[in-house]
Every structure is written in C-alpha cells, then in structure tokens.
Antibody
Framework: QVQLQESGPGLVEPSETLSLTCTVSGYSISSGYVWGWIRQPPGKGLEWIGSMSYTGRTFYSPSLESRVIISLDASKNQFSLKMTSVTAADTAVYYC?????????WGQGTLVTVSS | QSVLTQPPSASGSPGQSVTISCTGTSSDVGGYNQVSWYQQHPGKAPKLMIYEVTKRPSGVPDRFAGSKSGNTASLTVSGLQAEDEADYYCSSYVGGENLVFGGGTKVTVL
C-alpha cells in the first residue's frame, strides 16, 4: 500500500521560503511515476503546484513556476517543495501525491500558515 | 480563479440523483480523456472517485458515474446517501505532467 506523509514547518514568515518534504512508503519513487504537490487555501478549492518525474523532469503551474522548486531524494524515498517569497496568500493545506495523469495517492496534508 | 468551472453547490434527497458539471476548454477537458473526479470530506484529503472520464477505482460504488461531451465533463451520483455529502472536484490533464482543478462543488444531501 502506497502511503505519503508531508512534513515541515507549520508557520513561515512573509517573504521567507516555505519548505516541505513528502516521505513515501510502499513504493520506491525512483521506480516510476510522477510526484506532485497540490495546495488548498482555507475554505477554498484545490490548486495544482507542480510535479517531478522519477527521471528528474519538473513540471510547474505557470502561475507559480517563478517561485517553486520541486526535488527528489531517492536515497530517502522523499520529494520536496520549496516556495520562495511567500505571502499570506500562500497560507494553505499542502498535499503531496503520486501523479499518473491523476492523483491516485494523497498525503494527509499539512497546514502552512504565512504570518509574522 | 479556477481553470475548470464547476457549480458551487448541488443537492438532492436520499435516493435521488445529482449531476455536477465541469467545463473547460479544448486545451484541457476537451483535449484529453484524462478527466478525474475527487471527493473530499471536511478535514480530509481528497479521494479519487473517477478517472479517465468514466472509470472507477476499486472500491468506489457504481453509484458514481462519469461522462464527457466536448469541453464539459460530468459526475452523476445516483441513489444519494448521507455519506455522499462532500465537496467534489474535477481535474484534467493539460500536458507536460501538469493538472488543473475545478473550483469544487459542495453536494448536500437534503
């Protein structure tokens, strides 16, 4: 059974960098698939952030690509999200997921609040 | 503003059917047979209910059915049950391993 778990700071100051890690169990991320991040502001809908394939190719939402970097660490079976220059508008629950033209496995989500 | 347009709400009585639309363009919904639907209960992660327009993952009741015509996809929930009350999101592949989501529809079981 594939499981994903997000981790990282729950509070980030404005203008700083948001950093999250997704730990995958039950599947080796270097074996295949694409691994992605999705966010959901409080009370709002889902927003695609971007993804990275097991081969290292990255794909970002055009609206966020100037501030986002996704990377993989196969040795730890983890992938990560970095988002720079955050503002209050980046406050959201951040989900990681396995992507195969769909998101078939989701993490439980982690709330990140941008505030001083 | 979401790329895919969904009605904000829909409702039905137990046992009835409800249909949710998801309107995009030829660059997303109309251009690929990779439309999916997710159910989200409050405080929970989304759950995949439909993929490739009409297919159901194992364990999803056949009360859930997907379809597509042109640039509009639809999700129909038949025989509504109390546990179907949730938010529903459509999604479409848009190339380059990117996805887009709809704004979500809150389904209320009256």
């Amino acid at each position: 059974q594939v499981q994903l778990q997000e981790s990282g700071p729950g509070l980030v100051e404005p203008s700083e960098t948001l950093s999250l890690t997704c730990t995958v169990s039950g599947y080796s991320i270097s074996s295949g698939y694409v691994w992605g991040w999705i966010r959901q502001p409080p009370g709002k809908g889902l927003e695609w952030i971007g993804s990275m394939s097991y081969t290292g190719r990255t794909f970002y939402s055009p609206s966020l690509e100037s501030r986002v970097i996704i990377s993989l660490d196969a040795s730890k079976n983890q992938f990560s999200l970095k988002m720079t220059s955050v503002t209050a508008a980046d406050t959201a629950v951040y989900y990681c997921g396995r992507v195969n033209w769909i998101v078939d496995y989701w993490g439980q989500g982690t709330l990140v609040t941008v505030s001083s | 503003q979401s790329v895919l347009t969904q009605p904000p709400s829909a409702s039905g009585s137990p046992g009835q059917s409800v249909t949710i639309s998801c309107t995009g363009t030829s660059s997303d919904v109309g251009g690929y047979n990779q439309v999916s639907w997710y159910q989200q209960h409050p405080g929970k992660a989304p759950k995949l209910m439909i993929y490739e327009v009409t297919k159901r993952p194992s364990g999803v009741p056949d009360r859930f059915a997907g379809s597509k015509s042109g640039n509009t996809a639809s999700l129909t929930v038949s025989g509504l049950q109390a546990e179907d009350e949730a938010d529903y999101y459509c999604s479409s592949y848009v190339g380059g391993e990117n996805l887009v989501f709809g704004g979500g529809t809150k389904v209320t079981v009256l």
